[in-house]
């Protein structure tokens, strides 16, 4: 039997508007752009992967249009013309050529998993070793930027059993008004809700120190990369000072950063994303080194729609119960989809798509509303 071969590669930047303004530290989102993927095998079997970021290039390196020339330009001609089946092989290919990049990665490794899935019949899942949940914990975040529209904001996703841990984007404000507002958040909330915060890198370590001890006093569960990313150092001695533990994000992007973390005593959390460790199987390799070290999972976002959220779900399905469950909300802020078939929430969680592949088909009259022309 010959082989099936990576035939065609198409980008396309989608931009769907939030349902309200998303503040966080570095920018607010009013929009979320995904860089979609459809790859097309010889037989005509087409996989789906996005590779999404945060505001632009305020987030992270690569932003959507850069992802979309890295792609067209670089990645797409090392993958056509070769055999679709060997990940591995395609996978070495591309970190041979291409340095970094990890988002872009992310999504065609997303879109090679989904292709190659529907080609044998199994789901994503599957092809990752297995799932052992097909239901998983859904946190929302609060950003709205104002605290009472956050208050009843919590308290309809409570009533609706559709979120019932919430995450605060901390970080734009003076520390004393951040913490007013978490602290009036928690107090609303009670014991109803787990309620952590996010700083996004916004604090120096005295600032982080004087914020996170009135935060613990305050109730909260989870302080989430609080200072600077690179500060590997300053992590690790906030994490061992504090009771509150501390949720490793931009810090940690792959299973370096991880052993590296680990090895200098950082023990409590990491969220792992898809886009940061580059695509399903990668980020998979930061869980075993995390799970070897003991450092809790929490299964992290970049605001992904739902192709990005899907292969997320899958990674994720596949590990132990996460710690600090999950943050796989994306679809839900946003105002519409590109997908025949959206993900269901129900029950303060997710359900797993069934496959095969990622068990996402799009919806091209939407996709074709909202590409950029
Ligand atoms: O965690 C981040 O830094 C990014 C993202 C995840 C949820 C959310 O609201 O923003
Ligand atoms: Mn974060």
């Known amino acids: ?66 992802i979309k020339q890295t792609i067209d330009t670089y990645l797409a001609p090392l993958l056509i013309g070769q055999p679709s089946h060997n990940l591995n092989a395609l996978r070495a290919c591309l970190d041979r050529h291409a340095r970094g990049n990890s988002f872009a990665k992310s999504g065609l490794e997303t879109a090679l998993l989904d292709a190659e899935g529907k080609r044998r019949g199994l789901s994503v899942a599957e092809l990752l070793g297995g799932a052992r ?20 904001e919590a308290f309809q996703r409570l009533e609706e059993r559709r979120h019932c841990d919430f995450k605060l984007k901390i970080g734009a404000n003076p520390v004393d008004q951040d913490v007013r507002h978490v602290a009036a958040i928690k107090a609303a909330l009670g014991d109803r809700a787990s309620v952590r915060v996010d700083v996004n890198q916004a ?46 994000d931009e810090a940690v992007h792959d299973a370096r950063d991880g052993f590296t973390l680990a090895a200098g005593g950082f023990g409590d959390a990491f969220a792992l994303k ?15 080194v995390a799970q070897a070290a003991g450092v809790g999972l929490y299964g992290g976002t970049m605001l992904e729609g739902t192709i990005g959220t899907a292969a997320s779900l899958h990674a994720w399905a596949t590990l132990p119960e996460m710690t600090w469950g999950t943050e796989m909300f994306g679809p839900l802020l946003l105002k519409d989809d590109i997908v025949a078939e959206p993900l269901r929430y129900h029950e303060f969680g997710v359900d797993l798509p069934a496959g095969p592949g990622l068990g996402i088909a799009l919806d091209e009259d939407k996709l074709t509303h909202y590409s950029r022309k």
């Open 203 to 248: 604090w120096d370590e005295a600032t982080a120190a004087r914020g996170i001890d009135a935060l613990e006093a305050a109730g909260i569960d989870l302080i989430e990369q609080p200072i600077p990313a690179r500060e590997f150092a300053g992590l690790t001695r906030l994490a061992q000072r504090f009771v509150v533990p501390m949720l490793a």
């Open 133 to 152: 949940h097909t239901h998983l914990p859904v946190l929302w975040t609060l950003a709205s930027g104002d605290t009472q529209k956050d208050i009843d």
């Open 1 to 66: 039997m010959s082989d099936t071969l990576i035939h065609e590669i198409e980008t396309l930047l989608v931009d769907l508007p939030t349902i309200r303004p998303h503040k966080l530290s570095m920018t607010t989102m009013a929009c979320q752009t995904m860089v979609i993927i459809r790859l097309r095998l010889s037989d005509g079997t087409e996989g789906l992967g996005e590779a999404t970021t945060i505001g632009g290039l305020s987030y992270g390196p690569e932003s959507p249009e850069g």
């Open 274 to 288: 898809i886009a940061k460790a580059g695509g399903p199987r990668s980020v998979l390799e930061l869980a075993h």
